[in-house]
């Protein structure tokens, strides 16, 4: 009689089950680190896209603003005439005046009147934001709130300065008695927390 031969299959020792298994964790441990990474950095790309659009945009509102000025004096809300462009060192208390007001043409009018393509704008810094103000009338003969738009945020410092062909840069704009007088052009500085200082020397007027 013949004996049938001795089956050589057998199950995974309890070592073997525990040794596999570390060894996934240590893999899954990897992978997941890996793919934390790249999340990360997948988030500190966009938040810097984010940065830097925001910062070109607002720059690009202030030029497009800039290059449109007009030469056009308003009326407080005491009749007194006021530049047609004014420029100061910034005043960030609540009641401080903007650094920049100026008029701006070329705007797009709806409608068959004979209303003028005109806006009073202004900046200033407010809070840790840069803020651009539209007023609803270029003379004022009552008190009126702007309408206010936060281009940027995280600003701790805005400054200006003011081009005149003949004399240099200027801190402080309109010159004595030159109500319609408007500069060269502006340059604007821009410190933002955490990531230091960015300037443009943008052209006034078309």
Known sequence: MTRPAASTSR???????????A???VFSALAYGSLSRLLDSRERIEAERAFWRELALAFAQIEDDLGAARPRTVRDIYGNPQPAFRGQPTDSRVLGEPALTFTRGGLFVLGEGARPDLARVGYRLREGALQRLTWPALDQPTRSEPQIAALLEN???????????????????PPVGQLTALPAAVEVDLTLEGRGSFQRILPVGG
Do not use: H, M, N
């Open 11 to 21: 199950g995974f020792t309890l070592l073997e089950v525990l040794v596999a298994i």
């Open 23 to 25: 060894v996934f964790a």
């Open 155 to 173: 600003v701790t410092e805005l400054r200006v300065r003011f081009y005149v062909p003949a004399g240099g840069w200027v801190d402080a704009w």
